[in-house]
Nanobody
Framework: QVQLQESGPGLVKPSQMLSLTCTVSGDAITTSVYDWSWIRQPPGKGLEWMGAITLDGSTYYNPSLKSRTSISRDTSKNQFSLQLSSVTPEDTAVYYC???????WGQGTQVTVSS
């Protein structure tokens, strides 16, 4: 059974970069038939898909966030990461990593953007 666990700072200052890592167990990110996604949910709002990385390392992003978002991976650790640049308080959200098409999600991690 696949498990996903998000990790990273819970507080980021405005204009800085948000960096999160998802550690995957129970499946290999380099061979899985599924893509690996980052999704967020701002307080009081719906889920927003941010982007994903495929088994060969290709990435694709939500057009509304593409200019600020980068997803990468560390195959030796079976991890994939999110970087979101130039954050503002509007980027405050619970951030999830997920294997969306199989319905497997991490528990989520709260990130607050505040000075």
């Amino acid at each position: 059974q696949v498990q996903l666990q998000e990790s990273g700072p819970g507080l980021v200052k405005p204009s800085q970069m948000l960096s999160l890592t998802c550690t995957v167990s129970g499946d290999a990110i380099t061979t899985s038939v599924y893509d690996w996604s980052w999704i967020r949910q701002p307080p009081g709002k719906g889920l927003e898909w941010m982007g994903a990385i495929t088994l060969d390392g290709s990435t694709y992003y939500n057009p509304s966030l593409k200019s600020r978002t980068s997803i990468s991976r560390d195959t030796s650790k079976n991890q994939f990461s999110l970087q979101l640049s130039s954050v503002t308080p509007e980027d405050t959200a619970v951030y999830y990593c997920a294997r969306v098409y199989s319905g497997d999600w991490g528990q989520g991690t709260q990130v607050t953007v505040s000075s």
